[in-house]
């Protein structure tokens, strides 16, 4: 069983910096694509990033594609996001998630997700 843990989040002035972390255990070998999405209130699950584990090929929504860069570790199996020029706008819930098929950018792409980290960044 695929299990996901972020970690990371937490409080930061606007322009400071984060970098998430999510662990994959239970079958990190039958995964094909990693990604992150995050959830605000009043909205679903917005995709962020995400990359190919096999060639290490990346994909960065564009509304934030300047600021977040998706990168992994694969002795760790760990897959990072980093966040510079964090803004109040970037406020939300991070979720890693993954799936054994190819890259997309809709939640319903991915079927194992982690618990989720909270960002907030204040004014």
């Known amino acids: 069983q695929v299990q996901l843990a972020e970690s990371g989040g937490g409080l930061v002035q606007a322009g400071g910096s984060l970098r998430l972390s999510c662990v994959v255990s239970?079958?990190?070998?039958?995964?094909?694509?990693m990604a992150w999405f995050r959830r605000t209130p009043g909205k679903g699950r917005e995709f962020v990033a995400a990359?190919?584990?096999?060639?290490?090929?990346?994909f960065v929504t564009d509304s934030v594609k300047e600021r977040f860069t998706i990168s992994g570790d694969s002795s760790k199996n760990t897959v990072y996001l980093r966040m510079d020029s964090l803004q109040p706008e970037d406020t939300a819930i991070y979720y890693c998630?993954?799936?054994?098929?190819?890259?997309?950018?809709?939640?319903?792409?991915?079927?194992?997700w982690g618990q989720g980290t909270q960002v907030t960044v204040s004014s």
């Open positions: 990359m190919t584990l096999s060639d290490g090929d990346s």
């Open positions: 998630a993954a799936t054994t098929r190819s890259l997309g950018t809709s939640q319903y792409d991915y079927r194992y």
């Open positions: 239970g079958g990190a070998l039958r995964l094909n694509t």
